[in-house]
């Protein structure tokens, strides 16, 4: 069974620390890897798409990774801030059209 | 930049009553599809679309339904509420399964 799974559940650390949010994934097959950002009762907001051919992808102050043969993805927040503040999530696509979700990291920065 | 646009963001429902959350994209893209976010679990897939005139079911089909007369419009179509389907509901778009999925805001729909 396909299967996404994000820990920690919840963070929280000082403002200014580089952080790191993971994503591991069961099945090595896949199409790609997308972040999203969710604010509290918001919709979802695409961080950065990776391709199953790529190995990481940058913006700005976030970079995400992708190690398909060992099946994880991480996240790297650098410089933190209150703003980033938000629920990470972690979507992965294979070739059934369908994007299999991660629960979500809730990330909390103190000021 | 419309983007990918839900209506309505909020409903209340009783039991047994039927609605339509509308999804609507301006970019043209093929690929549509539904979502369900319940706390502490990852987002399920409802049902999809690759094109005008092509539905499939996901995950989680059962007491929904869809249809795409055209590329733009993809509603959601609930046939008899039950309080199992209070949830927050997401519409989303990609050009293909292998490029970036937009999403709308969300429907917030409850079911006493």
């Known amino acids: 069974k396909q299967e996404v799974t994000q820990i920690p559940a919840a963070l929280s650390v000082p403002e200014g620390e580089n952080l790191v949010l993971n994503c591991s994934f069961t099945?090595?097959?896949?199409?790609?890897l997308q972040w999203f950002r969710q604010d509290p009762g918001k919709g979802l907001t695409s961080l950065l798409l990776?391709?199953?051919s790529q190995r990481e992808q940058t913006s700005g102050r976030l970079n995400a990774s992708l190690d398909k043969s060992s099946g994880r993805s991480t996240l790297y927040i650098a410089a933190s801030q209150p703003g980033d503040s938000a629920t990470y999530l972690c979507?992965?696509?294979?070739?059934?059209?369908?994007?299999?979700w991660g629960a979500g990291t809730k990330l909390i920065i103190k000021p | 930049n419309a983007g990918v646009t839900q209506t309505p963001k909020f409903q209340v429902l009783k039991t047994g009553q039927s609605m339509t959350l509308q999804c609507a994209q301006d970019?043209?893209?093929?690929?549509m599809s539904w979502y369900r976010q319940d706390p502490g679990m990852g987002l399920r897939l409802i049902h999809y679309?690759?094109?005008?005139?092509?539905?499939d079911q996901g995950e989680v089909p059962n007491g929904y339904n869809v249809s795409r007369s055209t590329t733009e419009d993809f509603p959601l179509r609930l046939l008899s509420a039950a309080p199992s389907q209070t949830s927050v509901y997401f519409c989303?778009?990609?050009?293909?399964?292998?490029?970036?999925?937009?999403f709308g805001q969300g429907t917030r729909l409850t079911v006493v």
């Open positions: 989303a778009s990609s050009t293909t399964e292998n490029t970036e999925a937009f």
């Open positions: 970019m043209n893209h093929e690929y």
């Open positions: 979507a992965v696509r294979y070739s059934n059209y369908q994007l299999i």
């Open positions: 099945d090595s097959a896949i199409y790609n």
């Open positions: 679309s690759v094109g005008a005139g092509i539905t």
């Open positions: 990776i391709q199953s």
